[in-house]
């Protein structure tokens, strides 16, 4: 009989190390996804696309209650990962119906509407993938997710490409990413997740921890439907799952104004000028996310200097980030635009400034949002941004249809200065709870 190997955390710097080489295959596989459109299509086949993630988007987020999350920063164990599981396909069985209505009353062309329900499926076979990362996050294995994006964007992008060419059309291309998000779902998600709950139940062994201070069940890959246990968990994740959908509206409220406003051409444009925005991004999401268990950790045990460190570390990398970022915009704009996507493109440099000076303020308020979460500030944060939505969409409303994609851009520095002034007040709210309390003593949620 086979003997279980313990379970082995990595450390902080090979979880960002395998966190960002992760993130840059994926992010550069969806970068080049836009790029394939644009070269083999038009800025109309790039709105059409970036329409069915606008649309698809804040629903999605929505459903997923931000569970990943709470999953990883869920130190005290009060949740077995089946109920994780059990609440997201409940969810996200509701997501696709809501997404059809909305389509449907939206009034879009056939062929749109067909792009944005194929794009929502593949959204949820990855809201279901996120899950199982979670479970991988928790025990500090990004390895295991980077492999699982390492594998899934380089084919992602193919599959696109493929169903572009032999289609003529986004449709075909959306139906080659929902074949591939399932296959690596079924093939690599799911066996390494079972493998990690195998780990986990070594870990409880070598340890010799009773069955009643860590139930079996925990360890269990199929999802739990406990009706008591399921409410408290919506009830946690509530305004969280809010808060997902106001920051993707945030991002995607300048892209209804400008289909509505000046149609699927701009909207292209736009999008593909904006997703460069990814690149420090990359950075960003693999430091957040490699750091959020430790945060979590530091904050429950009361440890306010080293929660305050790592912290602080993080955002000066977000601003870095964004300074060399706007440097390289106004210096060889011209040059990357053109290269990277056609002459039409490389006439907005001015416009691609802008959104850099965004995503240097978005990279700071992403890393703030990060230690909000650490510190299970979780409802605080639905009204924090319901204001950063209300502030984009009315300066969208005033500015896109004078100032068109300039104003777009213009809407989202806003928000996203609005969002890390905010934040801030928060983390220092946080801060001075746990300097109050004893060390001793875990601090209340908020």
């Given at each position: 009989m086979a003997v279980m190997q313990p379970l082995k955390s990595l450390t902080l710097r090979q979880n960002?190390?395998?966190?960002?080489?992760?993130?840059?295959?994926?992010?550069?596989?969806?970068?080049?996804?836009?790029?394939?459109?644009?070269?083999?299509?038009?800025?109309?086949?790039?709105?059409?696309?970036?329409?069915?993630?606008?649309?698809?988007?804040?629903?999605?987020?929505?459903?997923?209650?931000?569970?990943?999350?709470?999953q990883t920063t869920d130190v005290s164990q009060q949740y077995l990962f089946g109920d994780y599981l059990g609440l997201r396909l409940i969810c996200v069985g509701l997501s696709l119906p809501l997404i059809l209505i909305i389509t449907i009353n939206a009034g879009y062309r056939w062929e749109t509407s067909l792009v944005i329900l194929v794009i929502g499926l593949s959204k949820v076979i990855e809201s279901i993938s996120d899950i199982f990362h979670g479970l991988f996050q928790y025990h500090e294995r990004m390895d295991r997710i980077a492999i699982s994006l390492m594998i899934k964007g380089p084919l992602s992008l193919l599959m696109l490409g493929i169903g572009i060419y032999l289609s003529g059309t986004v449709l075909g291309g959306a139906i080659g990413l929902a074949i591939i998000w399932t296959v690596v779902l079924i093939f690599y998600d799911i066996p390494s997740g079972a493998a990690i709950l195998r780990a986990a139940t070594a870990n409880i062994e070598a340890e010799e921890i009773s069955q009643q201070q860590s139930p079996i069940h925990n360890r269990h890959l199929l999802p739990r439907f406990n009706f008591s246990k399921l409410r408290s968990l919506v009830g946690l994740s509530l305004p969280l799952g809010f808060v997902m959908m106001l920051i993707s509206l945030n991002a995607n409220?300048?892209?209804?104004?400008?289909?509505?406003?000046?149609?699927?051409?701009?909207?292209?444009?736009?999008?593909?000028?904006?997703?460069?925005?990814v690149a420090g991004g990359i950075v960003v999401s693999a430091l957040g996310q490699s750091a959020s268990p430790r945060l979590?950790?530091?904050?429950?045990?009361?440890?306010?200097?080293?929660?305050?460190?790592?912290?602080?570390?993080?955002?000066?990398?977000?601003?870095?980030?964004?300074?060399?970022?706007v440097l390289m915009a106004a210096i060889a704009g011209?040059?990357?635009?053109?290269?990277?996507?056609?002459?039409?493109?490389?006439?907005?440099?001015?416009?691609?400034?802008?959104?850099?000076?965004?995503?240097?303020?978005?990279?700071?308020?992403?890393?703030?949002?990060?230690?909000?979460?650490?510190?299970?500030?979780?409802?605080?944060?639905?009204?924090?941004?319901?204001?950063?939505?209300?502030?984009?969409?009315?300066?969208?409303?005033?500015?896109?249809?004078?100032?068109?994609?300039?104003g777009a851009a213009i809407a989202l520095i806003?928000?996203?200065?609005?969002?890390a002034i905010f934040s801030l007040g928060v983390i220092y709210h946080a801060l001075h709870k746990i300097a109050r309390s004893s060390l001793t003593d875990r601090p209340n949620r908020n």
């Open positions: 960002f190390s395998w966190t960002f080489v992760g993130n840059i295959i994926y992010a550069a596989s969806q970068w080049g996804m836009l790029v394939v459109l644009a070269k083999l299509g038009s800025p109309e086949m790039v709105g059409q696309f970036t329409l069915g993630l606008a649309v698809t988007a804040p629903i999605i987020l929505f459903s997923n209650l931000q569970l990943r999350q709470i409220i300048p892209r209804y104004f400008i289909e509505h406003h000046l149609g699927e051409r701009e909207l292209g444009i736009f999008s593909a000028l904006s997703y460069l925005m979590a950790k530091y904050y429950a045990a009361g440890n306010s200097k080293d929660f305050q460190q790592l912290l602080l570390k993080t955002v000066l990398i977000g601003a870095l980030l964004g300074g060399i970022s011209k040059e990357i635009l053109t290269i990277l996507y056609r002459p039409e493109y490389a006439q907005q440099v001015y416009l691609f400034v802008l959104l850099m000076v965004a995503a240097g303020i978005g990279y700071i308020a992403s890393f703030l949002g990060y230690g909000m979460t650490a510190a299970q500030y979780f409802r605080v944060q639905m009204p924090l941004f319901t204001l950063v939505t209300g502030i984009s969409a009315l300066v969208c409303f005033w500015l896109v249809p004078s100032q068109g994609l300039i806003v928000g996203a200065t609005v969002q």
